[in-house]
């Protein structure tokens, strides 16, 4: 059984550009959801998929969207970058259920 | 509105000494208290987790304590060893569905 992956690992875009961010579910697992964890701070809720629908969404602005595939695998894509925007992102999968495993994040630097 | 707030922020403990993180919460609709362990490069690990209905559970040396009428609850860590040498957050949601708030996170150095 794999567990979550995360691609890339690092990453590093400037002001304005777009970037996407891509998960791989633990096999079997259903829901996605993906967080932002600022240096030194705990993961923020971003939003969470379900089925391939949006399920939730935390307190993030609209260039901040999402999408999942049928095998549940997800893309997590930032529009118009900030500088506010660097964070680790975490994505993490559950069976419907309450135990989350999150995968180990991609680290995005704005310049 | 910070929904949950931990302390300490940093916490330097013995080995075989007792560590205690604690956390405070505000939404008394949250029915689901987990603690999640992070090592550095990692994600974050899910270590333990209660529901209000029990004032305690104990899972080897990891003990989650929850007051429900004081909205707090703590991790203690019994026997702490080097290797639980993490970045400890409490966090805190509704059982039925999978949106957590964290908390700012522990950072726990236990020396040999």
């Known amino acids: 059984e794999t567990g979550v992956t995360q691609s890339p690992t690092h990453l590093i875009k400037t002001r304005g550009q777009q970037v996407t961010l891509r998960c791989s579910s633990q096999?079997?697992?259903?829901?996605v959801s993906w967080y932002q964890q600022a240096l030194g701070q705990g993961p923020q809720f971003i939003f969470q998929y379900y089925r391939e629908e949006e399920n939730g969404r935390g307190n993030f602005p609209p260039r901040f969207s999402g999408l999942q595939f049928p095998n549940y695998s997800s893309e997590l894509n930032v529009n118009a970058l900030e500088l506010d925007d660097s964070a680790l992102y975490l994505c993490?999968?559950?069976?419907?259920?309450?135990?989350?495993?999150f995968g180990p994040g991609t680290r995005l630097t704005v310049l | 509105q910070q929904q949950v707030k931990q302390s300490p922020q940093s916490l330097i403990v013995q080995k075989g000494g007792i560590s205690i993180i604690n956390c405070a919460y505000e939404?008394?609709?949250?029915?689901?208290f987990p603690w999640y362990q992070q090592f550095p490069g990692k994600g974050p690990a899910l270590l333990i987790a209660?529901?209000?209905?029990?004032s305690e559970k104990k899972e080897g040396r990891f003990t989650i304590s929850f007051n429900k009428s004081a909205k707090q609850f703590s991790l203690h860590i019994m026997d702490s060893q080097p290797g639980d040498s993490a970045t400890y957050f409490c966090a805190v949601g509704p059982y039925n569905f999978n949106k957590f708030y964290f908390g700012s996170g522990t950072k726990l150095n236990v020396k040999p």
């Open positions: 096999s079997g697992h259903n829901t």
């Open positions: 939404n008394t609709a949250f029915d689901y």
């Open positions: 209660i529901r209000p209905d029990v």
């Open positions: 993490a999968s559950s069976l419907g259920g309450r135990e989350q495993f």
